[in-house]
């Protein structure tokens, strides 16, 4: 199977219109990655790694070295999907050279497609830096997670006019810049709807709108293996309680001395 292209996830919007919406999922290992890759046009290492994988309180400790390391475990489990790695805080802000240097570094080291970074107007710049450079960018708006210590927390943005205006400006930029799409998360409806009729490239919602021209979720949350879900996740299966389940059944059988059972025990012939 040939992977899918980034210029062909962007050709899925053509004059303002996307008929077959874009399905984005996160994945942080290689067995995650082979389950969703028959069933995502794009499979996204979201430095959430942070919080979902290592227990971290923000997504802001995330190295660029843990992000290396599970975008190349993802590009090795998967065939289909586009895979986009998330560039962590303090590794692309400082200048467009910076965060070259880093997006190359996980371009070549795990195989990846394209990189995300968080931020709007500020990172147009750099957007278009690495673009023209070879190297394609999603964008992200709206509750941008890496910006917790300025936001002061989680809470859906744009509620305000001034604040709606900004973040739709924010995506103008990123998509004038040369951004193949824009991840647009926790806003309020309106805000998506403005920003998916305003731009030319895809908007990838989360948190913001069926409207948007495709979704995405982290991995560990639809799949109820993640302790706080906000408000707009889904849990479709409860993978959770499944593992709990199993654990529990070794748990009574190894204290009962009925595991192993004659069939997981080896003899002498
Ligand atoms: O890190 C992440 O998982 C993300 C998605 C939620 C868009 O950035
Ligand atoms: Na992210």
Redesign the pocket.
């Known amino acids: 199977m040939k992977r899918l292209t980034i210029p062909a996830v962007r050709q899925r919007k053509k004059d303002g219109v996307t008929e077959q919406p874009i399905v ?1 999922l ?1 994945a942080y290992t290689a067995r995650q990655a082979q389950l969703l890759d028959p069933h995502c046009d794009l499979l ?6 942070g919080q ?1 994988i290592y227990g971290l309180p923000s ?1 802001v400790p995330v190295t660029l070295d843990m992000m290396i390391a599970h975008g190349a475990a993802v590009v090795r489990g998967s065939y289909h999907s586009a895979v986009v790695v ?1 560039m962590p805080f303090g590794t692309y802000e400082a200048s467009p050279e910076q965060a070259f240097a880093s997006a190359s570094r996980v371009l070549k080291e795990t195989g990846c497609a394209a990189i ?1 970074l ?1 931020g709007g107007e500020a990172m147009a710049e750099t957007v278009a830096f690495l673009t023209r450079r070879g190297i394609p960018v999603m964008g ?1 708006v709206g509750l941008t ?1 890496q910006a917790v210590n300025v936001l002061g927390g989680y809470n859906a943005r744009g509620r305000s006019e001034a604040e709606a205006a900004k973040i739709v400006g924010d995506a103008k930029a990123l998509a004038e810049a040369g951004a193949f799409a824009v ?1 647009v ?1 926790g806003v309020v409806e309106p805000i998506a709807v403005a920003i998916t009729q305003a731009i030319p490239c895809p908007t ?1 919602g ?1 948190g913001a709108s069926a409207q948007c021209d495709g979704q ?3 991995i560990d949350d639809m799949i109820g293996m993640f302790e706080r879900v906000p408000r707009f996740v889904k849990i479709y299966e409860n993978v959770g309680d499944v593992i709990e389940r199993a654990a529990i059944a070794y748990a009574e059988e190894v204290r009962a001395r009925t595991f192993p059972g004659v069939e997981q025990t080896y003899q002498p012939k």
Do not use: A, N, R, Y
Request: aromatic share 0%.
């Open positions: 984005m996160t996204l290492v979201g430095d959430s790694l979902v997504s998330d995300k968080e992200h997670p991840v998360e990838i989360i995405v979720l982290v």
